[in-house]
């Protein structure tokens, strides 16, 4: 493997790497012919989305039961529009209907549609010899259904057990158990964060209303935003300078009234 011509791997190191990790495109597609089911109990959510046309620059969550009952609808601005979507907590694949009615009220203009299953509970760290990352291990929030960032920081620890194995400075089997304790260091997250999903899941919207508001006020979210925001911190790369394509480093900000913290 090569970018911008330098060697990202050796052959030896990919012979090495093959015991190590596995292709999830294979899984997916299996999944997608029905070779592969959905693991027993109500551990996976269901979401729909679809982007239109920028309509406001702010990020929205909607716990309604008129809107959708046990799940959620969002909004959130990209670079060149609006993603919009619904999420069902028990994994209700039937949210068309409702997902049309929604954009009608919003008066937003659809394109194309997708959607998929995403867990909502942690998973094994490890399966035999293979370490597991992102939705293959559970990384997805409960609740707000936030995948990506878990899963680039799991996976860059993760890659940090890897290529110390491969460097010969630690054993496989040490490295498996150094990231089960890793990830379990934040299990205790995770279930609170699956409590509030059912709590969002059962409660009257009404409730929730009020409990949002109450949860906003100045003398509580200092308590419980700062832990949520900074979860999973990711650090930058060094960057080659004869690499003009290459990603900037991120810069640790948090939006929080707009402003960054």
Known sequence: ????????LSADDEKRLAGIVRDGQRAGERFARGEVTLPAGRTFSFG???????LDRGLFFWLDSRVIPRGMAWFFPVA?????????????TKLSPRLHRFL????ARPARYHGTYFPSALRPATVGRIFAVGDAAGHCLPLTAEGIRPALFFGQECGKI??????????????LVSY???VERYRWAYRWLRRAQWLAAHAPSRWLGVMAAAANRPGLKPRWWPRYALFGPLEAFPQREDAPNALRPME????VGGRPV
């Open 1 to 8: 493997r090569q970018i911008n011509d330098a060697p990202l």
């Open 48 to 54: 729909i989305e679809t982007k239109a046309p920028a």
């Open 80 to 92: 060149d529009g609006s993603l919009i979507g619904l999420g069902s907590y028990t994994g209700d």
């Open 104 to 107: 009608e009220e919003l008066r």
């Open 162 to 175: 890897v290529q110390r194995i491969l460097d010969g400075r630690l054993s496989h089997e040490d490295g």
């Open 180 to 182: 089960q304790r890793l």
């Open 252 to 255: 640790e900000e948090s939006a």
